[in-house]
């Protein structure tokens, strides 16, 4: 993707950020749209890093003032990691769970929610499942085995 490409970011995420009280510059856009087409957990250092790879020179802070208003949003998830670094992973607007392989990083949505509510005398309002694991490039024989950073949760759940 190119960092200037926002074609995979619609209308709806630069709505919930002007509502979380960010300005929503033309940098600041190819900064999500970069988030957004990597498809990997990140610290806030290795998304800077990711910019500066691809030609954008944002400052750090900004990169973290960033990071908090996709959260705010709802537009980012944290992870926190046992080394107690923070890996955030970008979320679309629209349900979703999460496939995060421990060993690239990698992060796939999925979008089919198989989850049953526990029982018909509790009001679900929402809930959050995330698989971690190894993805098929990653796991012994089909590829490069780096092991990655181990989260500190292996299922996050807010019912």
Known sequence: MA??????VGDEVWARLRDAGMRVTPLRRRLVALFAGLGRWMTPR??????????LRPGLATVYRLI????????????PQA?????YVYCPPGH???????SCGQVRDVSECR????????????????FFGTCDHCW???????RGPTPVH????AL
């Open 140 to 146: 012994p024989g089909h590829g490069p085995a780096v």
């Open 96 to 102: 979703h769970h999460h496939l995060i392989c421990e």
């Open 68 to 79: 908090d208003a996709l959260a705010a949003a709802g537009l980012c998830r944290a992870f």
């Open 154 to 157: 292996t299922h996050h759940g």
């Open 46 to 55: 290795e998304l800077h890093q990711a910019a500066e790879d691809a030609g």
């Open 115 to 130: 989850v049953p509510a526990p029982t018909a005398s509790f009001h679900v309002r929402t809930h959050t499942v995330d």
């Open 3 to 8: 960092a200037g490409d926002t074609l995979a």
């Open 83 to 87: 080394d107690r670094s923070i890996r």
